[in-house]
């Protein structure tokens, strides 16, 4: 029995160093760069005024020596990058992760995960989900919507989607890396209270809400799962479903019908990527909540971008964020698979 396992050991091992060795980098796309902070991990569409349409951009860096990290905004007309202001909110500790852009009664919120430390070495100390009120330039801090340190549920916590009415779901994969250990969606509520939507999930990742059903991407089980919620936002029992296969999901935005799920194909390589400077595959695949049909649009490949963790279409254009160098992508929609 020994043998067979170290020989099954060395296969995988085998298999292992081939995929480094064989992989050319997959398919050249007709891009361009984009400059930004380091780590531009989650995006958001600001098109409250249609004739000035932006796109918010959370970076932090996690290679290398952490530095703390800034929201920034992309303006689509003019190509600019540019930082937010953070008003009444100390930037020294932020380091920015899922972000949403949402308007209530008039005014754009964005909801921001910080993971905050005492310093640039020490270890996270305090998960948070901050609301910010957006002013042109400026980002007016509203309150704290949830923290780790008084709110158990909150562990890790990684992406969020916000209804109209400022109720917030966000997923706690719960562990730094990827692991065997089951994790949660949470969802709080305007009034402050707070409960565990759905649990047993390998590392959730993205997640977007459509009505009352509750889309989940998971990185570590490579499935997009959909759920029904009851009036409280609660999962309801024998709802969930797997939709989609898509390997190692991360972020998921909205276009017309469709779920635009960026992911990690290969996985071994995101994680030999976020260590070293090995090229780590980028997808972004759609899935049709109309037809429950999906589709890789773009990638795998390396070649514009790695680590992809954010797919954002507009006006014929694909936007793709990554987890940690310093530039986004822009690749035209007739190019894409």
Same mark, same amino acid.
């Given at each position: 029995?020994?043998?067979?396992? =170290?020989?099954? =050991?060395?296969?995988l091992l085998l298999l292992f160093i081939a995929a480094f060795l064989f992989y050319d980098g997959g398919k050249d796309y007709d891009d361009v760069k984009i400059s930004t902070g380091h780590g531009p991990e989650d995006l958001a569409l600001d098109i409250s005024n249609p004739s000035q349409p932006r796109i918010f951009i959370s970076c932090?860096?996690?290679?290398?020596?952490?530095?703390?990290?800034?929201?920034?905004?992309?303006?689509?007309?003019?190509?600019?990058?540019?930082?937010?202001?953070?008003?009444?909110?100390?930037?020294?500790?932020?380091?920015?992760?899922?972000?949403?852009?949402?308007?209530?009664?008039?005014?754009?919120?964005?909801?921001? +995960?910080?993971?905050?430390?005492?310093?640039?070495?020490?270890?996270?100390?305090?998960?948070?989900?901050?609301?910010?009120?957006?002013?042109?330039?400026?980002?007016?801090?509203?309150?704290?919507?949830?923290?780790?340190?008084?709110?158990?549920? =909150?562990?890790?916590?990684?992406?969020?989607?916000?209804?109209?009415?400022?109720?917030?779901?966000?997923?706690?994969?719960?562990?730094?890396?990827?692991?065997?250990?089951?994790?949660?969606?949470?969802?709080?509520?305007?009034?402050?209270?707070?409960?565990?939507?759905?649990?047993?999930?390998?590392?959730?990742?993205?997640?977007?809400?459509?009505?009352?059903?509750?889309?989940?991407?998971?990185?570590?089980?490579?499935?997009?799962?959909?759920?029904?919620?009851?009036?409280?936002?609660?999962?309801?029992?024998?709802?969930?479903?797997?939709?989609?296969?898509?390997?190692?999901?991360?972020?998921?935005?909205?276009?017309?019908?469709?779920?635009?799920?960026?992911?990690?194909?290969?996985?071994?390589?995101?994680?030999?990527?976020?260590?070293?400077?090995?090229?780590?595959?980028?997808?972004?695949?759609?899935?049709?909540?109309?037809?429950?049909?999906?589709?890789?649009?773009?990638?795998?490949?390396?070649?514009?971008?790695?680590?992809?963790?954010?797919?954002? +279409?507009?006006?014929?254009? =694909?936007? +793709?964020?990554?987890?940690?160098?310093?530039?986004?992508?822009?690749?035209?929609?007739?190019?894409?698979?």
């Amino acid at each position: 029995m020994t043998k067979k396992i =170290l020989a099954l =050991l060395f296969m995988l091992l085998l298999l292992f160093i081939a995929a480094f060795l064989f992989y050319d980098g997959g398919k050249d796309y007709d891009d361009v760069k984009i400059s930004t902070g380091h780590g531009p991990e989650d995006l958001a569409l600001d098109i409250s005024n249609p004739s000035q349409p932006r796109i918010f951009i959370s970076c932090s860096k996690r290679k290398g020596d952490h530095k703390y990290g800034k929201i920034q905004a992309f303006d689509i007309n003019t190509a600019e990058v540019y930082d937010m202001n953070l008003i009444d909110y100390d930037p020294a500790p932020f380091r920015p992760h899922g972000i949403y852009l949402v308007e209530e009664d008039s005014t754009q919120y964005l909801y921001v +995960i910080t993971h905050e430390k005492e310093s640039e070495e020490s270890e996270i100390i305090e998960d948070k989900i901050i609301k910010f009120s957006v002013n042109d330039k400026n980002l007016q801090f509203v309150s704290t919507v949830g923290s780790s340190k008084s709110n158990p549920l =909150l562990d890790r916590t990684n992406d969020l989607h916000v209804t109209d009415n400022g109720t917030v779901f966000c997923t706690n994969p719960t562990d730094v890396g990827f692991s065997e250990v089951p994790a949660n969606v949470v969802v709080i509520r305007p009034n402050g209270s707070s409960d565990i939507v759905t649990g047993g999930l390998l590392y959730p990742n993205g997640l977007y809400v459509e009505g009352n059903n509750l889309y989940v991407a998971t990185a570590q089980e490579n499935i997009l799962y959909q759920y029904e919620l009851n009036q409280n936002g609660i999962a309801v029992d024998g709802s969930k479903k797997e939709v989609a296969h898509i390997a190692g999901g991360d972020n998921i935005t909205r276009y017309g019908n469709q779920l635009v799920v960026a992911h990690h194909p290969n996985i071994y390589k995101f994680v030999t990527h976020s260590m070293w400077d090995f090229d780590s595959p980028s997808g972004v695949t759609s899935y049709d909540i109309i037809t429950g049909t999906s589709k890789m649009i773009y990638g795998p490949s390396a070649k514009d971008i790695s680590a992809s963790s954010t797919g954002l +279409i507009y006006n014929g254009q =694909l936007y +793709i964020a990554q987890v940690f160098e310093d530039y986004i992508v822009k690749v035209p929609l007739s190019d894409l698979n």
